[in-house]
């Protein structure tokens, strides 16, 4: 089956850091682009950022350029998520999505992990 | 950056009753257009791809029309599992934007 788990969210006071990852299984991690989408409490999906299958097209929010960084580890079916200088609204439940693509057509992102909070507060 | 506006943003309907959501995009998107359904504390569930391609396992009752800048999400009959909020997302370009969401409530 495939499946998409996040951690390392948690409480950090803002201008804090957090790394966020997500292990990939059920599937070949290494060929398809992965995507990042937040959703803040009450509020609707926001996409954050995508890379690559090889890490070499690598894509993020104009409002989050600068603070995020994504990454990504094949041998270790895992996907990263660099979170710094937080803010309070960064505050959010942060999802990890496959995109798939198909023939350069019958695009989506299917699955989706459960998704790790992250709370910025003092 | 490619706008996805959704309407309505929330309504209101009873079982068995025939609901019809509409995306339109500031630009065109071919049929780069998903939509997804979302309930309380889960993660999305991807429902229809390429505008109108029905996701495995996703009931019949679900479908999906339109291209370029206008989109629809149609559910037939409407079932008591179905009230959730509903996205569309355009897959054309970078970024993969998201409409504001709809939720459908039970009247």
């Known amino acids: 089956e495939v499946h998409l788990v996040e951690s390392g969210g948690g409480l950090v006071k803002p ?18 682009t992965m995507n990042w ?4 409490p009450g509020k609707g999906l926001e996409w954050v950022s995508l890379i690559s299958s090889s890490s070499n097209i690598i894509y993020y929010a104009d409002s989050l350029k600068g603070r995020f960084t994504v990454s990504r580890d094949n041998a270790k079916n ?12 960064d505050t959010a439940v942060y999802y990890c ?6 023939y350069g057509d019958y695009r989506r992102f299917d699955p ?8 910025v507060s003092s | 950056d490619i706008q996805l506006t959704q309407s309505p943003s929330f309504l ?17 998107i071919s049929s780069y257009l998903a939509w997804y359904q979302q309930k309380p504390g889960k993660a999305p569930k991807l429902l229809i791809y390429t505008a109108s391609t029905l996701q495995s396992g996703v009931p019949s009752r679900f ?41 459908v409530e039970i009247k």
């Open chain 1, 37 to 40: 989408v937040r959703q803040a």
């Open chain 2, 12 to 28: 209101s309907a009873s079982v068995g009753d025939r609901v019809t959501i509409t995306c339109r995009a500031s630009q065109g």
């Open chain 1, 78 to 89: 895992s996907l990263y998520l660099h979170v710094n200088s937080l803010r309070a609204e």
């Open chain 2, 63 to 103: 479908s999906g029309s339109g291209s370029g800048t206008e989109f629809t999400l149609t559910i037939s009959s409407l079932q008591p599992e179905d009230f959730a909020t509903y996205y569309c997302q355009q897959l054309n370009s970078y970024p993969r934007t998201f409409g504001q969401g709809t939720k």
């Open chain 1, 15 to 32: 201008g804090g850091s957090l790394r966020l990852s997500c292990v990939a299984s059920g599937f070949t991690f290494s060929s398809y």
């Open chain 1, 112 to 119: 989706w992990g459960q998704g790790t909070l992250v709370t």
């Open chain 1, 97 to 102: 999505a496959r995109e798939i693509n198909d």
